[in-house]
C-alpha cells in the first residue's frame, strides 16, 4: 500500500496570505489527523476529521481550518498567515479515529516571510 | 489545563545499556497515550502505545508502564543500540477537550 502522502512538500508565502494543504491516507484509512511542528512548540495537535466530520480538535485559532472528502483525502486551510505560523505541518492517518496507530505523511514544510 | 510533562529532555546511553524516558499528564480522564519516535529529518513513527485500562505493555525491546495514580507513563528502551538515536515524544489524549497533548520530547543518542 502506498503511504500518507502530503501535498506540497514546500511552500513560501507572505503575511496576510492563506495556504491550502492536502494530505492522502493510506488507502482504507478514514481517519486523518493534523499536526504542527516547530523547533519552539514542539508537536501540536490541530484537529482530526473522520468520516467527513471533525472529531477532535486541538488549542488553536479560528484561522486554522480543514476538512475531509468523501474519499478521505483531507485539506488543512489556512487564513490571514503570521509569521509565527512558519512550521512542519504533518498529518497522520489510521484505520478508525485517533485512539489507534496513526501514519504520518512527510509533512509541507511551511514559510511565512 | 491540558499539560504533558518529559523527562529528560536529552539523554545519552551507552550501547547495550536500558533508556527511560518518564511523562506525566493532568488529566486524570486521559484514556490513550501513545509514544513517538522520529529521526532526524524523517516523520515521527509509534513504537508503541497504551491504554487506561492497562498497566505495562511490551514489544521486543521497548516497553511501556502506566501509573494512572500518578498520571506518569514511562518508556523503557532495552539493550539500546545506535539505531535508536532519535527525538522521542509522549503524548495524551485528554478526553475533556477532546485534544492530543505532546510531551516536549526527548533526544536519545546512543553512543557506540
Known amino acids: 500500500k502506498a503511504g500518507v502522502t502530503q501535498t506540497p512538500r514546500y511552500l513560501i508565502k507572505t503575511r496576510g496570505q492563506q495556504v491550502t494543504l492536502s494530505c492522502s491516507p493510506i488507502?482504507?484509512?478514514?481517519?486523518v489527523s493534523w499536526y504542527q511542528q516547530t523547533p519552539g512548540q514542539g508537536l501540536q495537535f490541530l484537529f482530526e476529521?473522520?468520516?467527513?466530520?471533525?472529531?477532535n480538535k486541538g488549542n488553536f485559532p479560528g484561522r486554522f481550518s480543514g476538512r475531509q472528502f468523501s474519499n478521505s483525502r483531507s485539506e488543512m486551510n489556512v487564513s490571514t498567515l503570521e509569521l509565527g505560523d512558519s512550521a512542519l505541518y504533518l498529518c497522520?492517518?489510521?484505520?478508525?479515529?485517533?485512539?489507534?496507530?496513526?501514519?504520518f505523511g512527510p509533512g509541507t514544510r511551511l514559510t511565512v516571510l | 489545563g491540558e499539560n504533558v510533562e518529559q523527562h529528560p529532555s536529552t539523554l545519552s546511553v551507552q550501547e547495550g545499556d536500558s533508556a527511560v524516558i518518564k511523562c506525566t499528564y493532568s488529566?486524570?480522564?486521559?484514556?490513550?497515550f501513545p509514544w513517538y519516535k522520529q529521526e532526524l529529518g524523517k516523520r515521527p513513527q509509534l513504537i508503541i502505545d497504551?491504554?487506561?485500562?492497562?498497566g505495562e505493555k511490551k514489544d521486543q525491546r521497548i516497553a511501556v508502564t502506566l501509573n494512572k495514580t500518578a498520571k506518569h507513563f514511562s518508556l523503557h528502551i532495552t539493550e539500546t543500540q545506535p539505531e535508536d538515536s532519535a527525538v522521542y515524544f509522549c503524548?495524551?489524549?485528554?478526553?475533556?477537550?477532546?485534544?492530543?497533548?505532546f510531551g516536549p520530547g526527548t533526544r536519545l543518542s546512543v553512543l557506540p
Open positions: 488529566d486524570s480522564a486521559s484514556n490513550y
Open positions: 476529521y473522520f468520516s467527513e466530520t471533525q472529531r
Open positions: 488507502s482504507g484509512h478514514r481517519s
Open positions: 503524548a495524551a489524549f485528554f478526553n475533556y477537550g477532546q485534544n492530543f497533548v
Open positions: 497522520a492517518s489510521s484505520l478508525t479515529q485517533t485512539l489507534n496507530e496513526q501514519f
Open positions: 497504551i491504554r487506561s485500562n492497562v
